[in-house]
Structure formats: structure tokens, C-alpha cells
């Protein structure tokens, strides 16, 4: 999250070191200004030492000065450069920190949407584990169903046999008797 501004604040630190490499020569170029407006009043004063000398002194500090003027000039443009640089770069910055902004609020909106969707998969879950305990003991009360249903089936196919063995026999009995088979009629 603030590797733009560490990155912002490493060009900020760069471009004010450059700026300040250039302080020398402005520095340099105030000397030379200054000493060139001492010897024009020198000159123009009246007070005039060797003319050749003047003249040399003269001609090197127009040389100078007309080398600070383009050195002053080239880091006029460079501050110019810088300027513009910093401009844009304060515009990427502020578009940065916007789109930072946008991110952090879609970021908060799917951890919302996140914790919603595992809270609704919880209460599944628990949805899911009661619907298999009733599952179960259904199945439970199923088995006891049939058990006990089977053991009526089973108690009445018994005594239907028992009552079937009891018919085979006394129907294919040799001697049936008859309780009141003494009976005249």
C-alpha cells in the first residue's frame, strides 16, 4: 500500500539532489555577476589600474559570465523539466491514491460478500446435518417398522401354517372322529 509513496518520495529526494548539485554554480554565477558590476564601476568610475589588465580581467569575466548566463539558462530549463516531471508525477500520485481508493472499497465489498457467502454455507451445513439426523433416525424408525411388521407376518404365516398342518391332518386322517358320532339319527 505505500510503495507509491515510497516511490514518490525516492523521486522528490533525487530531484532535489540534483537541484542542489546545481547550487554551486548559481553561487558562481552571483560571484561572477558581482564582481563583474565592482569592476564596471571600477572602470567607469574613474579608477583605472593597467588597461591591459582591466581588459583581460574584463574579457574573462564576460567569458565567465557568459558561461554562467548558459549554465544559468540550462538549469532554468531543467527546473523547468523538474517542474513539469513534479507536476505529473503529483497527478499520477492523486490518481493513484483515487484508484487506490476504489480498490480498497471493492476489496471491504468482496470480504463483505465473502463472509456473507461462508455464513450462508454454515447455515447449510447445519441445514445439511440436521436434515441427515432426521435421515437417520427415519431410517432408524423404518428398520423398527419393518422388524416389527415382519414379525407379524411372520406370526401369522405361522399360525396360518400351524392351522393349515392342523386341516392337512385332520382332513387326511384315517379315522376321524366325531365327538358325537354315537348320535342316531
Not at 26 to 50: D, H, P
Not at 113 to 130: G, P, R, V, Y
Request: hydrophobic share 30%.
Amino acid at each position: 500500500m505505500s510503495s507509491w509513496r515510497d516511490s514518490l518520495t525516492e523521486q522528490l529526494v533525487e530531484r532535489d539532489t540534483r537541484e542542489k548539485q546545481h547550487d554551486v554554480m548559481i553561487l558562481a554565477f552571483q560571484e561572477a555577476a558581482s564582481r563583474c558590476i565592482a569592476a564596471e564601476e571600477n572602470t567607469f568610475g574613474g579608477v583605472s589600474g593597467k588597461d591591459g589588465d582591466d581588459t583581460d580581467e574584463l574579457t574573462r569575466l564576460y567569458s565567465e559570465l557568459s558561461l554562467k548566463t548558459e549554465a544559468w539558462k540550462k538549469l532554468k530549463e531543467d527546473l523547468k523539466i523538474m517542474t513539469h516531471k513534479y507536476t505529473e508525477l503529483k497527478k499520477d500520485a492523486e490518481t493513484n491514491k483515487e484508484t487506490l481508493r476504489k480498490y480498497e472499497k471493492q476489496c471491504n465489498s468482496l470480504k463483505r460478500e465473502a463472509q456473507n457467502a461462508k455464513d450462508e454455507l454454515l447455515a447449510l451445513q447445519i441445514q445439511l446435518n440436521i436434515s441427515e439426523e432426521n435421515n437417520r433416525k427415519l431410517k432408524e424408525d423404518n428398520s423398527a417398522l419393518v422388524d416389527r411388521w415382519m414379525k407379524k407376518v411372520e406370526g401369522e404365516a405361522s399360525k396360518m401354517n400351524e392351522a393349515n398342518e392342523f386341516l392337512q391332518r385332520y382332513v387326511t386322517s384315517p379315522f376321524i372322529l366325531f365327538p358325537y358320532s354315537n348320535l342316531s339319527l
